[in-house]
């Protein structure tokens, strides 16, 4: 019977996390060190072989993401899989002909559970060549003995060849959908009016505008893998100067693409609010993005509601004073109390708890979502990890580091494991997704046109900017 895996909710529980992993005979107590059943530290080396599994003994599943998750700040993910592999073959004797059949029924379920678990979760790692050589090797081997283990060996390459070839047609679309925002903005600058339409004649509900602006990034958030959090992280091992930095570990940048969606909706905004010529256009725009972002808000889609919030605040938009007379401005001043960075950004974090809560309870998977503010996370993995030592002065693995920042990662698995319960509108997600937005340069032309220059640093910087465009 192969071991059972967890949803993510339940691998890290409420009181912190679950990291009794109590010691095996197999441990050597000079190598990996506890505290009250706790592991707080231990030699890479007796890390590594606490990850291999044996006849009486499989890790617990939160030591197997924390350890795969944080090994890559020591050693590539290729280097672990050929160890994990030659560690299999020496202790499960895989490699001898005469191996006891029964013997190898009871470790082979455990070693393509750890296989299984890997590939599922971090599958990102095989893009690797070598990495997939070695895998196949050793299922290969657990393979040959049973043909039950045929299956499941051929089951677990078939999803993870699936994942693969997924992320790379999303890399894809991606590519295709930045090559047709250029091309159309290169349109606009050149005839602005021959294709210009603004979101509310493509979408005039603020509802289904957020409900789209879900769909986007829930997709998003899916593709990321948790190790994009730490490979940035990866510099030089301090204990091993031959290591090379970062160079081949990357092998997405589906977290750079997340971030960069955020900016591009704040730019959207901006540029949806600063293009009409009339300004009572210009306040209904503002009021509809007000109406979106509170949906967002309602939704749990924290990214968004902070997107627009940022270009609804940029200086091309705040500026626009005599728009912003005709707004009714008490709901914006909420939602911006809600995403107020002071104290360490408190009421966001507070409206983050409670959507937290919300979802463990939910029966729909509307109550499910929570999308973070993303670049808050990013930062706060950051310091979590600059904060402490990957190494304590003995040379151990500080561990107990480890495990806060799976914990923290974690998290973000089950977030974005949701699927989005809203219906598609390709028309929509189209328009959000393509339509050309300005830069700051643009918008500030745009804003000087809506509104004119107050003071002499505005007229010239009109001057500037008008001669450039004409130029």
């Given at each position: 019977?192969?071991?059972?895996?967890?949803?993510?909710?339940?691998m890290f529980?409420s009181?912190?996390?679950?990291?009794?992993?109590y010691?095996s005979?197999?441990?050597?107590?000079?190598?990996?060190?506890?505290?009250?059943?706790?592991?707080l530290s231990g030699?890479?080396?007796?890390l590594?072989?606490?990850?291999?599994?044996?006849?009486?003994?499989?890790?617990d599943?939160t030591?197997?993401?924390?350890?795969?998750?944080?090994?890559?700040?020591?050693?590539?993910?290729?280097?672990?899989?050929?160890?994990v592999?030659?560690l299999?073959?020496?202790?499960?004797?895989?490699s001898?002909?005469?191996?006891?059949?029964?013997?190898?029924?009871?470790?082979?379920?455990k070693i393509?559970?750890?296989?299984?678990?890997?590939?599922?979760t971090?599958?990102?790692?095989?893009?690797?060549?070598?990495?997939?050589r070695?895998?196949?090797?050793l299922a290969?081997?657990?393979?040959?003995?049973?043909?039950?283990y045929?299956?499941?060996?051929?089951q677990?390459l078939q999803?993870?060849?699936?994942?693969?070839?997924?992320?790379?047609?999303?890399?894809?679309?991606?590519?295709?959908?930045?090559?047709?925002?250029?091309?159309?903005?290169?349109v606009?600058?050149?005839?602005?009016?021959?294709?210009?339409?603004?979101?509310?004649?493509?979408?005039?509900?603020?509802?289904?505008l957020?409900?789209?602006?879900?769909?986007?990034e829930?997709?998003?958030?899916?593709?990321i893998?948790?190790?994009?959090?730490?490979?940035?992280?990866?510099?030089?091992d301090?204990?091993?100067?031959?290591?090379?930095?970062?160079?081949?570990r990357?092998?997405?940048?589906?977290?750079?693409?997340?971030?960069?969606?955020?900016?591009?909706?704040s730019?959207?905004?901006a540029?949806?609010?600063?293009?009409?010529?009339?300004?009572?256009?210009?306040?209904?725009?503002?009021e509809y993005?007000?109406?979106?972002?509170?949906?967002?808000?309602?939704i749990?889609n924290?990214?968004?509601?902070m997107a627009?919030i940022?270009g609804?605040n940029?200086?091309?938009?705040?500026?626009?004073?005599?728009?912003?007379a005709?707004?009714?401005?008490?709901k914006?001043?909420?939602?911006e109390?809600?995403?107020?960075?002071?104290?360490?950004?408190?009421?966001?974090?507070?409206?983050l708890?409670g959507?937290?809560?919300?979802s463990?309870?939910?029966h729909s998977?509307?109550?499910?979502?929570?999308?973070p503010?993303?670049s808050?996370?990013i930062?706060?993995?950051?310091?979590l990890?600059e904060?402490?030592?990957?190494?304590?002065?003995?040379g151990?693995v500080?561990?107990?580091?480890?495990?806060?920042?799976?914990?923290?990662?974690?998290?973000?698995?089950?977030?974005k494991?949701?699927?989005?319960?809203?219906e598609?509108d390709w028309?929509?997600?189209?328009?959000?997704?393509?339509?050309?937005?300005?830069?700051d340069?643009?918008l500030?032309?745009a804003?000087?046109?809506?509104e004119?220059?107050?003071?002499?640093?505005?007229?010239?910087?009109?001057?500037?900017?008008?001669?450039?465009?004409?130029v």
């Amino acid at each position: 019977k192969m071991p059972q895996t967890p949803p993510f909710a339940a691998m890290f529980d409420s009181s912190g996390y679950n990291r009794n992993l109590y010691q095996s005979k197999e441990d050597n107590c000079g190598e990996l060190y506890y505290h009250d059943n706790n592991l707080l530290s231990g030699s890479l080396e007796a890390l590594i072989q606490h990850l291999v599994p044996n006849v009486d003994y499989y890790p617990d599943r939160t030591y197997i993401f924390t350890f795969l998750l944080s090994s890559r700040l020591f050693m590539h993910p290729y280097e672990l899989m050929a160890k994990v592999c030659q560690l299999c073959i020496e202790q499960q004797r895989l490699s001898e002909p005469g191996r006891d059949k029964n013997w190898i029924q009871k470790i082979a379920p455990k070693i393509l559970q750890l296989l299984t678990e890997w590939t599922e979760t971090f599958p990102y790692d095989f893009r690797d060549e070598r990495m997939m050589r070695n895998l196949k090797d050793l299922a290969q081997r657990i393979a040959s003995g049973d043909e039950m283990y045929r299956k499941n060996v051929q089951q677990l390459l078939q999803n993870l060849i699936r994942k693969l070839a997924a992320v790379s047609q999303y890399e894809e679309v991606l590519a295709k959908i930045d090559a047709t925002s250029t091309d159309r903005l290169t349109v606009l600058k050149t005839k602005p009016q021959s294709i210009q339409r603004d979101i509310i004649t493509v979408c005039n509900d603020p509802y289904v505008l957020a409900q789209q602006l879900t769909h986007i990034e829930l997709e998003r958030l899916n593709y990321i893998g948790p190790e994009e959090f730490i490979q940035a992280f990866v510099q030089k091992d301090p204990l091993n100067n031959d290591k090379s930095c970062y160079g081949d570990r990357k092998k997405t940048r589906n977290l750079e693409a997340y971030v960069e969606w955020f900016n591009r909706l704040s730019y959207l905004v901006a540029t949806e609010i600063c293009m009409p010529v009339k300004k009572k256009h210009r306040a209904r725009m503002i009021e509809y993005f007000i109406d979106v972002a509170r949906e967002c808000f309602n939704i749990g889609n924290f990214n968004s509601l902070m997107a627009i919030i940022s270009g609804m605040n940029m200086s091309p938009v705040s500026r626009l004073k005599k728009t912003w007379a005709k707004v009714k401005t008490a709901k914006f001043y909420i939602l911006e109390h809600q995403m107020d960075p002071s104290s360490n950004f408190y009421n966001y974090r507070t409206a983050l708890r409670g959507a937290t809560q919300r979802s463990l309870t939910a029966h729909s998977n509307r109550e499910k979502i929570v999308i973070p503010f993303f670049s808050l996370l990013i930062k706060d993995i950051y310091f979590l990890n600059e904060g402490c030592a990957n190494r304590l002065p003995n040379g151990h693995v500080n561990f107990e580091k480890f495990w806060e920042l799976a914990k923290q990662v974690s998290e973000f698995m089950t977030w974005k494991q949701v699927e989005c319960p809203f219906e598609r509108d390709w028309k929509i997600l189209q328009y959000l997704l393509t339509v050309p937005v300005f830069h700051d340069d643009a918008l500030y032309l745009a804003s000087y046109e809506s509104e004119s220059p107050e003071n002499h640093t505005e007229k010239d910087r009109w001057k500037t900017l008008r001669f450039v465009s004409e130029v």
